[in-house]
């Protein structure tokens, strides 16, 4: 069965240091992959998403992914955290032949701290 | 205006009342999903529908029933509403896309939530 893993549910950093949010994906066929964000009091907002283009998917807010097949990840990555980075962030799969139907991981909480 | 909008925003009820979540949509997208958000459990699928004479039940239906009662509109509704149904819920919208390795996939859009407190 597909499933999502977020490794590590707080990630804190400081203001201007790198961003590294964890996923690993287990899927029998390919994926397509996502990350959503969540700020505090609102619905979720897509990132980015993976749909086998490209590996190396940018984002908005200067977020991107890389999609590494050998290691069943789609860790997500900022080189300088801002402030306003801090919000709940979530991987999700989708599978190729269940279009329509996501699975999430539990969340990364990620705090930035001045 | 939100393309995804759901109504109430927040709502307090108590054990055995019965309860519904409403959501619309401008965005003209045919595929529809009801989740429930807890604490360290991510996102999880209650109902989906692919069109208005289609829905079917995700991971957690039970305690839940759906209606969708036009193109932009999926309602869902707890029958008799406990304790542990105390969650935020989103309601989001997609339309099928085609994927670059072939096969099917899709967006999903997400309404702000609707956070439930069942007493």
């Known amino acids: 069965a597909q499933s999502v893993t977020q490794l590590g549910s707080h990630v804190s950093v400081s203001e201007g240091a790198l961003v590294l949010l964890r996923c690993n994906y287990s899927?029998?066929?390919?994926?397509?992959l996502f990350w959503y964000v969540q700020y505090p009091n609102q619905g979720l907002q897509l990132l980015l998403k993976?749909?086998?283009?490209?590996?190396l998917v940018k984002g908005i807010n200067g977020f991107e992914a890389e999609f590494k097949k050998s290691e069943t990840s789609f860790h997500l990555t900022k080189p300088s955290a801002h402030m306003s980075d801090a919000a709940e962030y979530f991987c999700?799969?989708?599978?190729?032949?269940?279009?329509?139907?996501?699975?999430f991981g539990q969340g990364t909480e990620l705090s930035v701290k001045p | 205006d939100a393309d995804v909008t759901q109504t109430p925003r927040n709502r307090i009820t108590k054990t055995g009342k019965r309860i519904m979540l409403e959501c619309s949509q401008t965005?003209?997208?045919?595929?529809m999903y009801w989740y429930r958000q807890d604490p360290g459990l991510g996102l999880r699928l209650i109902y989906y529908?692919?069109?208005?004479?289609?829905?079917n039940k995700g991971e957690i239906s039970d305690g839940y029933s759906v209606s969708r009662q036009a193109q932009a509109k999926f309602s869902l509704s707890l029958e008799s509403a406990i304790p542990n149904q105390t969650a935020l819920y989103f309601c989001?919208?997609?339309?099928?896309?085609?994927?670059?390795?072939?096969?099917?996939?899709?967006?999903?859009?997400f309404g702000p939530g609707t956070r439930l407190t069942v007493l």
């Open positions: 999700a799969v989708s599978l190729y032949n269940q279009g329509g139907k996501l699975i």
């Open positions: 989001a919208t997609s339309d099928l896309e085609s994927g670059t390795s072939g096969g099917y996939t899709d967006t999903q859009y």
């Open positions: 965005k003209g997208h045919d595929r």
């Open positions: 529908s692919f069109d208005v004479k289609d829905i």
């Open positions: 899927s029998s066929v390919p994926p397509y």
């Open positions: 993976y749909t086998s283009a490209a590996t």
